[in-house]
Nanobody, 122 residues
Framework: QAQLVESGGGLVQAGGSLRLSCAASVRPFSNHAMGWFRQTPGKEREFVATISRYGRSIDYAESVKGRFVISRDNAKNTVYLQMDSLKPEDTAVYYC???????????????WGQGTQVTVSS
């Protein structure tokens, strides 16, 4: 059973930075698209950023463009989300996900982590 384990969440002041990591045991890691999603209480999970198998395709939600950067290290089976200029509205549980196809609708991605809490104080 594949596992995705997120880390790096925490409490930060507005304007600060955090770097999330996701260690994935999907095999082979390099054959999976990876993504970050987030959810706040009472709201649906929303797309944040995705990266294709070798990083040739990257997409961001409009709300995080210019502030967040997704990257991956296929040698370490890890995907990252560098979050800068954080805002209180970025507060959410952040989830890592994986799927064999970059084009799969996000809600149907095959593998999901347990999430890590990010809280941005004003």
């Amino acid at each position: 059973q594949a596992q995705l384990v997120e880390s790096g969440g925490g409490l930060v002041q507005a304007g600060g930075s955090l770097r999330l990591s996701c260690a994935a045991s999907v095999r082979p890691f390099s054959n999976h698209a990876m993504g970050w999603f987030r959810q706040t209480p009472g709201k649906e999970r929303e797309f944040v950023a995705t990266i294709s198998r070798y990083g040739r395709s990257i997409d961001y939600a409009e709300s995080v463009k210019g502030r967040f950067v997704i990257s991956r290290d296929n040698a370490k089976n890890t995907v990252y989300l560098q979050m800068d200029s954080l805002k209180p509205e970025d507060t959410a549980v952040y989830y890592c996900a994986a799927d064999r196809l970059y084009s799969t609708p996000y809600n149907s991605w095959a593998y999901w982590g347990q999430g890590t809490q990010v809280t941005v104080s004003s």
